[in-house]
C-alpha cells in the first residue's frame, strides 16, 4: 500500500495537535501548547511560508529554538511532507547529543512519528545512527561539519544548521562547512534554509552576520501597565543594593529580589507578570523581508524556572566578579547564552583608520632610502594571486612597497596561466631603490595550505627554485598555536633512494599565530626605529581593511585559548601575505645579531652585479594585475623535474640569433624553467629583467651561492 500523507496544517497547528513533549526532556512534559512559548509561533509561520527562502534565528538558550521551532518543523515534514532532510551539526559528537536529547524523545512521544520511524539501529540502508528514512521518500540525514565529504554527497530541498558559529569555516581546505551546505539547495526552487544558534565573539559570528542580513525581527512587548511595546533588554533588569551587606561575590547586590522596569514608565514587573505580557508580544521586522526571514530572542524571554529574574541576576553578578579578576570566560558565557548577544572582545588592535592616518609620503613599488633588502609574500587563491612586497632596513625596521591581486584568466590551478608568468615578472624583477639602485626581492614565500591550490603552488616552487631569482619558498600554516614563527622545512620529495631529495620541493611551516602576534604588535610602534612598520598613501585603499579583518579572540575548538580568526566576512589576504613576506625575512635571519647589514649595504652601494647596467626602462614600475597574454612556451612538466631534482642544471650562455630569425620576446634565464614575457611587455610597457645570459657558469654559481644563502 502507497504512503497517503494525511491533510496538510501550518507546522504550529500540527505541533498543537499532534506533538508531545517527553517527560524528563522539559519542565512541561506532555501534550505541546505553543502558549507556553508564544513566541516560536512566528518562526513556525515563516517556516511554512514558500516566499521565505531562509529562516534565521539569533538566540540565547532556554528559548525552544531547537525543540520548539526546529524539531515541530522537523516532525511536521516527516509526517505530512516528507522530503530530504539535512541537518549540519558542528561534530559528530553534537549528532549523538542532538539524537539523544532532541529528536529520539520527540519520536517516541509522539505517537504519529513512532509509527513512522523505527529508532532501534540496524545495518539496514534506511536505519542507521545517522540517517533515518520515512514513508514518501524523505529521509533526514545528519552530518559533521568537520569533513567536505559529508555535505557535499547530499542534494536536498531542506537543510539545517545547528549552532552555525561552531561549525567548520575551514573544511580540510576547501571552504565554509555552512556554505557547502547552502550549495547542497540550489537545484530545487521550494529550498528552505534554516539557520540558527548562539552568537559567539562580536564581528566573527556567522549567525550574527546572517541577522543583519535579513528583516531583523524582535519580539515587542506590551507593558501590562501602561500598554507601551518594547524588545526586552538586560539594561532594565535592576538589582537591589543593602549598604548593610558586603556579600563575597555579589557585594551590596540582592540578585533574590532582582525585578524589570519597563523603560518608558518605570513600571515594575515581577516574573509573573513579565511572563503574562510576553504571551501578548509580537513580532516587528526592521527591514523588507526578501526572502529572509530573522528572529532575535534571548532568555528574558524564557518562563522557565532557570530563568527567572533571580536567577539570571545571580548569574551576572558572578560573571561581574570573574571579569574583575581578569577571566572573561563567564561574562562572554553570560553574553552568549543570556542575553543571545555576541560578546564584543577587544585585543587593543589599532583599527583601519587609525592605520590609514599613519601612511607615509613615498612611492609605491620604490623601496625607500633605509631599507636594504626586499622580500614578498603570496597568498594563494582559487582566482588570483595575493600579493605584498617589503623592504626591510636595520632593527627589522620595514616598509610596505606594494599591495595588490594579480588575477587569473582561467584558474591558479591552469600551470599556464598569465597570473604565474606575471608573478615571475614580480620576483625576478629590478626595482630602483629611492637611491637609484637597483635592488632586488632576496627571498619570497608563497602559501601552499590550501588542498585545492597546492599542486600549482608546489609545481611553480619547483620549477622556480633553481633559478636566478629570490629563495622561493612553499610554506603553510602551523596547526599548533604555540608554534614558533621560524621551524626548519620539512622534505617532502624523495629521491629513488627514498631519501629526502637534495633539490626537492622543502615546506616551510609558519607559525602563524606568534607571526601575527609580532606584526600586531609593531602596528602599534609610533615613528621611525626597529621594528616599526611603514606603508605608503598611495597604496590600495582596501590594504587597511584587510590587515584589520583580524582579531586574537578565545577559541573554543583550542579550550578559549587565543587564536587569531578573520571577522565573519572579512577579506585577510594583505594581513596573510604581510606574514608570508615578514616570515621570509626572518629565513634570512635579519632578525639575528650577526646579520651583517653593512656588507648588505655596500652590496646595495655597488648596484646589481649580476644584472649590469640598466635604463630606466629595465625597472618595475607597473605590476600588471589583470595579465591576459598567454605565454608561448609551456611550463616544465613535473616528469621532468623529477628526473632533474637530484641536481640542479645551470643554463648556459644563450648564442645570439642571426640577424635573418624573427626576434624573440626576452627569456629570463633559470636552471630548468624559463619563462616567457609577452610581446605586449615589449613594446606597451617597460622590459622584464635582464637575464643572465651572457654570464659565465662560474658567475651564475657564485650569484646563486650568494642569493639562496640568504
Same mark, same amino acid.
Given at each position: 500500500?502507497?504512503?497517503?500523507?494525511?491533510?496538510?496544517?501550518?507546522?504550529?497547528? +500540527?505541533?498543537?495537535?499532534?506533538?508531545? #513533549?517527553?517527560?524528563?526532556?522539559?519542565?512541561?512534559?506532555?501534550?505541546?501548547?505553543?502558549?507556553?512559548?508564544?513566541?516560536?509561533?512566528g518562526m513556525l509561520d515563516a517556516l511554512d511560508d514558500p516566499e521565505i527562502r531562509e529562516v534565521v534565528c539569533t538566540k540565547s538558550?532556554?528559548?525552544?529554538?531547537?525543540?520548539?521551532?526546529?524539531?515541530?518543523?522537523?516532525?511536521?515534514?516527516?509526517?505530512?511532507?516528507?522530503?530530504?532532510?539535512?541537518?549540519?551539526?558542528?561534530?559528530?559528537?553534537?549528532?549523538?547529543?542532538?539524537?539523544?536529547?532532541?529528536?529520539?524523545?520527540?519520536?517516541?512521544?509522539?505517537?504519529?512519528?513512532?509509527?513512522?520511524?523505527?529508532?532501534?539501529?540496524?545495518?539496514?540502508?534506511?536505519?542507521?545512527?545517522?540517517?533515518?528514512?520515512?514513508?514518501?521518500?524523505?529521509?533526514?540525514? #545528519?552530518?559533521?561539519?568537520?569533513?567536505?565529504?559529508?555535505?557535499?554527497?547530499?542534494?536536498?530541498?531542506?537543510?539545517?544548521?545547528?549552532?552555525?558559529?561552531?561549525?567548520?569555516?575551514?573544511?580540510?581546505?576547501?571552504?565554509?562547512?555552512?556554505?557547502?551546505?547552502?550549495?547542497?539547495?540550489?537545484?530545487?526552487?521550494?529550498?528552505?534554509?534554516?539557520?540558527?544558534?548562539?552568537?559567539?565573539?562580536?564581528?566573527?559570528?556567522?549567525?550574527?552576520?546572517?541577522?543583519?542580513?535579513?528583516?531583523?525581527?524582535?519580539?515587542?512587548?506590551?507593558?501590562?501597565?501602561?500598554?507601551?511595546?518594547?524588545?526586552?533588554? +538586560?539594561?532594565?533588569?535592576?538589582?537591589?543594593?543593602?549598604?548593610?551587606?558586603?556579600?563575597?561575590?555579589?557585594?551590596?547586590?540582592?540578585?533574590?529580589?532582582?525585578?524589570?522596569?519597563?523603560?518608558?514608565?518605570?513600571?515594575?514587573?515581577?516574573?509573573? !507578570?513579565?511572563? #503574562?505580557?510576553?504571551?501578548?508580544?509580537?513580532?516587528?521586522?526592521?527591514?523588507?523581508?526578501?526572502?529572509?526571514?530573522?528572529?532575535?530572542?534571548?532568555?528574558?524571554?524564557?518562563?522557565?524556572?532557570?530563568?527567572?529574574?533571580?536567577?539570571?541576576?545571580?548569574?551576572?553578578?558572578?560573571?561581574?566578579?570573574?571579569?574583575?579578576?581578569?577571566?572573561?570566560?563567564?561574562?562572554?558565557?553570560?553574553?552568549?547564552?543570556?542575553?543571545?548577544?555576541?560578546?564584543?572582545?577587544?585585543?587593543?588592535?589599532?583599527?583601519?583608520?587609525?592605520?590609514?592616518?599613519?601612511?607615509?609620503?613615498?612611492?609605491?613599488?620604490?623601496?625607500? !632610502?633605509?631599507?636594504?633588502?626586499?622580500?614578498?609574500?603570496?597568498?594563494?587563491?582559487?582566482?588570483?594571486?595575493?600579493?605584498?612586497?617589503?623592504?626591510?632596513?636595520?632593527?627589522?625596521?620595514?616598509?610596505?612597497?606594494?599591495?595588490?591581486?594579480?588575477?587569473?584568466?582561467?584558474?591558479?590551478?591552469?600551470?599556464?596561466?598569465?597570473?604565474?608568468?606575471?608573478?615571475?615578472?614580480?620576483?625576478?624583477?629590478?626595482?630602483?631603490?629611492?637611491?637609484?639602485?637597483?635592488?632586488?626581492?632576496?627571498?619570497?614565500?608563497?602559501d601552499s595550505g590550501d588542498g585545492n591550490t597546492n599542486d600549482a603552488v608546489y609545481h611553480y616552487v619547483r620549477s622556480r627554485k633553481?633559478?636566478?631569482?629570490?629563495?622561493?619558498?612553499?610554506?603553510?600554516?602551523?596547526?599548533?598555536?604555540?608554534?614558533?614563527?621560524?621551524?626548519?622545512?620539512?622534505?617532502?620529495?624523495?629521491?629513488?633512494?627514498?631519501?629526502?631529495?637534495?633539490?626537492?620541493?622543502?615546506?616551510?611551516?609558519?607559525?602563524?599565530?606568534?607571526?601575527?602576534?609580532?606584526?600586531?604588535?609593531?602596528?602599534?610602534?609610533?615613528?621611525?626605529?626597529?621594528?616599526?612598520?611603514?606603508?605608503?598613501?598611495?597604496?590600495?585603499?582596501?590594504?587597511?581593511?584587510?590587515?584589520?579583518?583580524?582579531?586574537?579572540?578565545?577559541?573554543?575548538?583550542?579550550?578559549?585559548?587565543?587564536?587569531?580568526?578573520?571577522?565573519?566576512?572579512?577579506?585577510?589576504?594583505?594581513?596573510?601575505?604581510?606574514?608570508?613576506?615578514?616570515?621570509?625575512?626572518?629565513?634570512?635571519?635579519?632578525?639575528?645579531?650577526?646579520?651583517?647589514?653593512?656588507?648588505?649595504?655596500?652590496?646595495?652601494? !655597488?648596484?646589481?652585479?649580476?644584472?649590469?647596467?640598466?635604463?630606466?626602462?629595465?625597472?618595475?614600475?607597473?605590476?600588471?594585475?589583470?595579465?591576459?597574454?598567454?605565454?608561448?612556451?609551456?611550463?616544465?612538466?613535473?616528469?621532468?623535474?623529477?628526473?632533474?631534482?637530484?641536481?640542479?642544471?645551470?643554463?648556459?650562455?644563450?648564442?645570439?640569433?642571426?640577424?635573418?630569425?624573427?626576434?624573440?620576446?626576452?627569456?629570463?634565464?633559470?636552471?630548468?624553467?624559463?619563462?616567457?614575457?609577452?610581446?605586449?611587455?615589449?613594446?606597451?610597457?617597460?622590459?622584464?629583467?635582464?637575464?643572465?645570459?651572457?654570464?659565465?657558469?662560474?658567475?651564475?654559481?657564485?650569484?646563486?651561492?650568494?642569493?639562496?644563502?640568504?
Amino acid at each position: 500500500m502507497s504512503f497517503i500523507p494525511p491533510p496538510q496544517m501550518s507546522t504550529n497547528n +500540527w505541533a498543537n495537535k499532534y506533538r508531545w #513533549l517527553a517527560k524528563g526532556t522539559t519542565a512541561k512534559a506532555g501534550k505541546y501548547s505553543s502558549d507556553y512559548t508564544p513566541w516560536v509561533k512566528g518562526m513556525l509561520d515563516a517556516l511554512d511560508d514558500p516566499e521565505i527562502r531562509e529562516v534565521v534565528c539569533t538566540k540565547s538558550s532556554q528559548v525552544a529554538w531547537t525543540d520548539g521551532a526546529w524539531n515541530n518543523y522537523l516532525g511536521r515534514r516527516m509526517h505530512q511532507d516528507p522530503c530530504g532532510i539535512l541537518m549540519l551539526m558542528p561534530k559528530e559528537t553534537s549528532i549523538n547529543k542532538y539524537l539523544r536529547t532532541k529528536f529520539n524523545p520527540m519520536v517516541t512521544a509522539t505517537p504519529v512519528l513512532n509509527e513512522l520511524i523505527n529508532l532501534g539501529v540496524s545495518r539496514s540502508s534506511d536505519n542507521t545512527k545517522d540517517y533515518k528514512e520515512f514513508p514518501g521518500g524523505g529521509f533526514l540525514a #545528519l552530518v559533521g561539519s568537520g569533513s567536505p565529504d559529508n555535505v557535499k554527497s547530499w542534494s536536498v530541498p531542506v537543510g539545517c544548521v545547528e549552532e552555525p558559529d561552531d561549525c567548520s569555516g575551514d573544511v580540510q581546505g576547501q571552504g565554509d562547512s555552512v556554505e557547502h551546505l547552502r550549495d547542497r539547495l540550489k537545484t530545487f526552487e521550494d529550498s528552505k534554509l534554516i539557520f540558527g544558534g548562539t552568537p559567539t565573539i562580536k564581528g566573527f559570528s556567522r549567525v550574527e552576520e546572517a541577522y543583519k542580513k535579513s528583516d531583523r525581527r524582535q519580539f515587542w512587548v506590551p507593558c501590562h501597565e501602561c500598554g507601551e511595546y518594547h524588545v526586552l533588554h +538586560w539594561d532594565n533588569v535592576i538589582i537591589p543594593e543593602d549598604p548593610s551587606v558586603n556579600h563575597e561575590v555579589y557585594g551590596r547586590f540582592q540578585p533574590e529580589q532582582a525585578y524589570y522596569v519597563c523603560p518608558h514608565n518605570g513600571c515594575i514587573w515581577d516574573d509573573r !507578570q513579565k511572563n #503574562l505580557n510576553v504571551k501578548k508580544a509580537e513580532w516587528r521586522a526592521e527591514a523588507e523581508t526578501k526572502g529572509v526571514a530573522g528572529f532575535k530572542i534571548n532568555e528574558l524571554y524564557s518562563p522557565f524556572p532557570g530563568s527567572k529574574l533571580a536567577a539570571l541576576a545571580d548569574k551576572f553578578l558572578v560573571a561581574q566578579q570573574h571579569l574583575k579578576q581578569g577571566d572573561e570566560g563567564k561574562m562572554i558565557h553570560f553574553t552568549n547564552t543570556t542575553l543571545g548577544e555576541a560578546y564584543e572582545y577587544k585585543d587593543g588592535s589599532p583599527d583601519a583608520e587609525t592605520l590609514e592616518a599613519k601612511a607615509e609620503n613615498y612611492s609605491v613599488l620604490i623601496p625607500p !632610502q633605509r631599507s636594504l633588502l626586499m622580500t614578498a609574500g603570496i597568498d594563494v587563491q582559487p582566482d588570483r594571486l595575493a600579493v605584498v612586497l617589503m623592504a626591510w632596513g636595520r632593527g627589522e625596521e620595514s616598509w610596505i612597497v606594494y599591495w595588490g591581486e594579480i588575477h587569473a584568466v582561467t584558474s591558479v590551478n591552469d600551470l599556464n596561466d598569465p597570473c604565474w608568468y606575471e608573478l615571475d615578472r614580480v620576483l625576478s624583477g629590478v626595482y630602483r631603490h629611492e637611491s637609484g639602485a637597483p635592488m632586488r626581492i632576496a627571498a619570497a614565500g608563497i602559501d601552499s595550505g590550501d588542498g585545492n591550490t597546492n599542486d600549482a603552488v608546489y609545481h611553480y616552487v619547483r620549477s622556480r627554485k633553481a633559478g636566478i631569482g629570490p629563495k622561493l619558498m612553499a610554506i603553510k600554516g602551523s596547526s599548533e598555536i604555540d608554534a614558533e614563527i621560524l621551524k626548519l622545512p620539512k622534505p617532502i620529495d624523495v629521491s629513488a633512494t627514498t631519501k629526502a631529495a637534495k633539490w626537492g620541493l622543502q615546506i616551510w611551516v609558519v607559525g602563524v599565530n606568534k607571526l601575527k602576534d609580532l606584526i600586531s604588535g609593531r602596528l602599534r610602534l609610533e615613528g621611525s626605529g626597529p621594528g616599526r612598520i611603514h606603508w605608503p598613501v598611495g597604496i590600495r585603499s582596501d590594504f587597511y581593511k584587510q590587515i584589520t579583518g583580524e582579531s586574537k579572540i578565545p577559541s573554543r575548538k583550542h579550550g578559549g585559548k587565543l587564536v587569531w580568526t578573520a571577522k565573519s566576512g572579512a577579506s585577510v589576504e594583505a594581513w596573510d601575505s604581510m606574514g608570508y613576506a615578514t616570515h621570509s625575512a626572518r629565513v634570512l635571519r635579519i632578525n639575528l645579531p650577526k646579520y651583517d647589514w653593512d656588507a648588505r649595504e655596500a652590496e646595495l652601494s !655597488q648596484g646589481d652585479l649580476l644584472g649590469g647596467s640598466f635604463e630606466d626602462d629595465d625597472f618595475i614600475t607597473y605590476i600588471d594585475e589583470h595579465p591576459e597574454d598567454l605565454p608561448e612556451t609551456s611550463v616544465v612538466p613535473i616528469e621532468k623535474l623529477e628526473v632533474e631534482m637530484d641536481r640542479p642544471e645551470l643554463s648556459e650562455p644563450e648564442p645570439k640569433q642571426p640577424q635573418s630569425q624573427q626576434p624573440q620576446p626576452h627569456k629570463p634565464k633559470t636552471r630548468t624553467f624559463k619563462p616567457q614575457t609577452s610581446t605586449r611587455h615589449q613594446t606597451d610597457r617597460p622590459n622584464p629583467p635582464p637575464t643572465a645570459a651572457g654570464k659565465s657558469v662560474a658567475d651564475q654559481i657564485a650569484e646563486l651561492g650568494r642569493r639562496m644563502g640568504g
